[in-house]
């Protein structure tokens, strides 16, 4: 099979190749206990395995791969179970000295940027972040009445059986557009690689944006939008969360 190369400046990359390679990774670090394969994939990943295809020192792209873990939330122990799947598969028994400290080195450094709360790949705030959000409106309550109940979490779904790589990239755009359709202080953000959430105030106007926002933006990108209403107390909204971050059953408008 005929390589497909893709060269500009900083040299040729054989992206066919390196591209063989994402497939049997991502399967062996699965096998090796990665439990969100929807959140594997990074630019990251194409960047490893460009620079190993063309054989280029591999050491930065580990420090770039490290970041990336440590900004989505993964842990040090599976970063680095997920770089010995990568080197297994490419033929090593296990990884090298130098590619460890560079991995654990961007890791770190990626830990202490994860204070911005936000998602590196579409530059939405994070699902820490909506958390914490979340939990600010259960706060300050007035006659009783938290703030929370008069918002709503407005859901975009994407099809989660559509490959990695192009989910991706409808995220990013669909970050884009949402940023643009919310104006008044709403925050958008990303729950995981499927779903993005958006906490909205209630009022008479919502039910007709959504619908703009599912008949427009929705249909284009192939993404389900609803939304329902925050339930009554905090520790029900948490269990809310984890249901949408699992993939839970729409429910609402």
């Known amino acids: 099979m005929a390589d497909i190369e ?5 040299g ?11 497939t049997p990774w991502r399967h062996r670090s699965q096998e090796a206990g990665w439990d969100r394969s929807e959140d594997w994939w990074t630019p990251a990943v194409d960047a490893l395995c460009e620079a190993h295809v063309v054989g280029d020192d591999l050491t ?3 420090e770039r791969l490290g970041e990336a873990r440590a900004r989505s939330g993964v842990g040090i122990g599976r970063t680095l179970a997920d770089l010995d799947a990568f080197t297994r598969v490419i033929g090593l028994w296990r990884p090298p000295l130098p590619m460890i400290i560079a991995l654990a080195e961007g890791w770190e450094r990626g830990g202490r940027s994860r204070a911005d709360c936000q998602d590196p790949l579409t530059g939405l705030a994070d699902r820490a972040y909506l958390r914490t959000r979340v939990g600010e409106l259960y706060r300050g309550a007035e006659d009783g009445v ?3 109940l008069g918002h709503r979490l407005v859901v975009l779904a994407l099809d989660p059986s559509l490959d990695p ?3 991706a990239a409808r995220l990013i755009v669909l970050g884009h557009e949402l940023r643009r359709f919310f104006t008044r202080g709403e925050s958008v953000c990303l729950v995981n690689r499927s779903r993005i959430a958006v906490i909205a105030p209630d009022g008479p106007e919502l039910p007709g944006e959504l619908d703009d926002l599912r008949e427009q933006t929705g249909w284009e990108h192939g993404a389900a939008v609803w939304s329902v209403p925050l339930p009554g107390t905090h520790p029900e909204a948490v269990s809310l969360l984890d249901a949408l971050d699992g993939g839970g059953d729409r429910s609402g408008t």
């Open 12 to 22: 040729r990359h054989t992206v066919h190749r390196a591209r063989e390679l994402r």
């Open 165 to 167: 790589w192009r989910r």
């Open 146 to 148: 938290p703030p929370a």
């Open 60 to 62: 930065g792209p580990c």
């Open 6 to 10: 893709l060269g500009s400046g900083t």
